[in-house]
């Protein structure tokens, strides 16, 4: 069982100000202006892949703006990051008006309004951090092609590459501890895979390190315990038993299975 002793996401608070930032309440999909690099990398692949100039792109959705009144020239197609409350309608905007559009979507749900509009859902599903800071999983719809739904490998490293310029993202290492350490992370990981583990203070010594860490400048996040043998081996056991509940939980998903009728359905499918 491998432990990571930096807590993904954790910062360390240089002030009071910045701890109670982190409890400020995300601004909606509503409320996401999009990086210019993100932008950029989805505009230049949809130039390509759809042989179409930029210069006929259109913008707009933007503070205070209705979609309703823009000006859309012919032969133009909307690239751009609408309000996701009211997707279903922005479509049919477009869609009853002959308006071509390539949009950010919203990458989990996204699927139902794009077959309703009769438009192509592009599953890129990135995580997007957005210039208000809310990290938005995206994908797109367009009515630039007539498939129904497709993958698209090379836009989603797109949008990777340009997200992560713009939010780098810390490589955090993962770090596997001898049995005889025992950390938080570990006693988190027996109460999640329902594994009881109980070690007495006889059978503890608190470090911040081992010394192998501390010739690296390396420790243990929050300190541990290094172990008596026999506390380390009951904990080998333990974590044994817990990695084996954590599978089991992973091969119990149900498993759903097709009608007649919709077996009917795909028998008259192309």
Not at 139 to 153: I, Y
């Amino acid at each position: 069982m491998e432990e990571q002793t930096i807590m993904a996401g954790f910062e360390p608070y240089d002030s009071y100000a910045d701890f109670v930032e982190k409890f400020k309440i995300k601004k909606t999909t509503d409320d996401c202006y999009t990086p210019e690099r993100v932008y950029d990398a989805v505009a230049d692949w949809v130039a390509a892949e759809y042989h179409v100039d930029r210069a006929r792109f259109v913008r707009p959705f933007w503070p205070g703006a209705d979609y309703t009144q823009a000006d859309y020239p012919e032969g133009c197609v909307v690239v751009d990051n609408p309000p996701f409350s009211i997707f279903k309608k922005i479509l049919d905007f477009y869609q009853h008006r002959g308006i071509r559009f390539f949009l950010f979507a919203p990458g989990l749900t996204a699927i139902a309004s794009a077959s309703r509009a009769g438009c192509c859902l592009i599953g890129c599903g990135y995580n997007i951090t957005y210039a208000n800071g809310a990290g938005i999983n995206t994908s797109f719809v367009t009515n630039l092609e007539a498939t129904a739904a497709r993958s698209a490998p090379d836009l989603y490293q797109a949008v990777k590459a340009a997200s992560e310029a713009e939010h780098p993202k810390a490589n955090l290492p993962r770090y596997k501890y001898p049995d005889n350490v025992l950390t938080c992370a570990m006693l988190n990981y027996f109460s999640a895979h329902d594994t009881r583990y109980r070690v007495e203070r006889g059978s503890v010594h608190l470090i911040g390190a081992l010394d192998e860490q501390r010739t690296t400048g390396k420790s243990i996040f929050g300190e541990g315990f290094l172990l008596s043998e026999k506390a380390a081996a009951e904990k080998a056991e333990k974590a044994e038993k817990a990695e084996k509940a954590e599978k089991a939980e992973k091969a119990a998903a149900i498993e759903w299975s097709l009608s007649e009728r919709e077996r009917r359905i795909i028998a008259a499918l192309e």
